[in-house]
Each structure stands twice: as C-alpha cells, then as structure tokens.
C-alpha cells in the first residue's frame, strides 16, 4: 500500500511539475511575441525578426509561396513594409498555444495591423522551437 501511495505522489508530482514548465513555456513564448509587437510597431524589422530561427532552414509561408532562411524572410519584409506608414500598429489575438513536443510548440493566432493606409488583418500558425534556451519561430504561416 506505501509503494501504491508512493507512486501516485510521484506521479502527481511529475504533473505539476511538467503544467508548470508548459506554462513557463508559454510565458516565454508571450515574451518572444510581445517583443515582436513592440519592435514591429516600432518600424524596427530587424529587431522583429530576432524571434525567428535565424538559419537557412527557416520556414515562411504565405499566399506568395514559401520562403526559406532568415535573411530572405528579412528581405521579403522590407519589401513588403518599406516604411513606418507600411508597418503600423501591431496587435495579435492568440487563439491557442499547444505544445508539440518538449521543446515545440505551436500558436494559432490572428494579426491586427493599423495604418493610415490601410489596415492589414490575417491569421497565423507559428512553429516555436527551443534552441540553445530561446524560444524562436522555426515556421511560419501567414495569411
């Protein structure tokens, strides 16, 4: 009966301890999109673009196809968004966090952008992975 008792201790205490670091994880990852919002709305792509992966084997998919590699996924958003007028105000709306995996996991969420231009909304699904203890964006698609 002790070991019975024992056992389900340690499996309560494995839950816990295992909600606690998903919710850490997802704080983080809050903190990754955050920082995003903030330098977006800044006109400061450069500084956007450090919650990516940044290797060639970054993913970016949108309507125009997919585009591989940091630096090409840079280049297609000074393309895209030239200016501060072009970048606006951010917001997401974060419909879901899942994890995938330990180390993965996977954000649906919607993008809100206001401008003098025009306002630009759509959706997403962003793969973040850790690497080397930081939460970075590994895939992403946008609409």
């Keep these: ?9 340690i499996i309560c205490a494995s839950n816990s301890f295992s909600q606690t670091t998903v919710e ?4 983080e990852i809050n903190k990754v999109l955050k ?12 500084e956007y673009m450090e919650g990516y ?7 970016f998919y949108s309507t125009h196809g997919v585009i591989y590699g940091w630096y090409d996924t840079l280049e297609r958003y000074q393309k895209a968004y030239p200016t501060e007028a072009h970048t606006g ?6 419909n879901d966090i899942t994890q995938i995996s330990d180390a993965a996991y996977y954000v649906l ?9 025009g306002n630009a909304d759509g959706i997403f699904m962003l793969i973040f ?10 895939v992403d698609t946008s609409t």
């Design 1 to 9: 009966m002790k070991k019975i008792v024992l056992l389900l201790c």
């Design 24 to 27: 850490d994880d997802i704080k």
């Design 35 to 46: 920082k995003q919002r903030i330098a977006w709305s800044n006109n400061n792509l450069e």
């Design 53 to 59: 992966w940044k290797s060639d084997s970054l993913k």
């Design 89 to 94: 105000k951010l917001s997401f709306k974060i």
């Design 109 to 117: 969420g919607e993008y809100h952008i206001k401008r003098d231009m």
């Design 129 to 138: 992975k850790k690497i080397n203890g930081e939460w970075k964006i590994i």
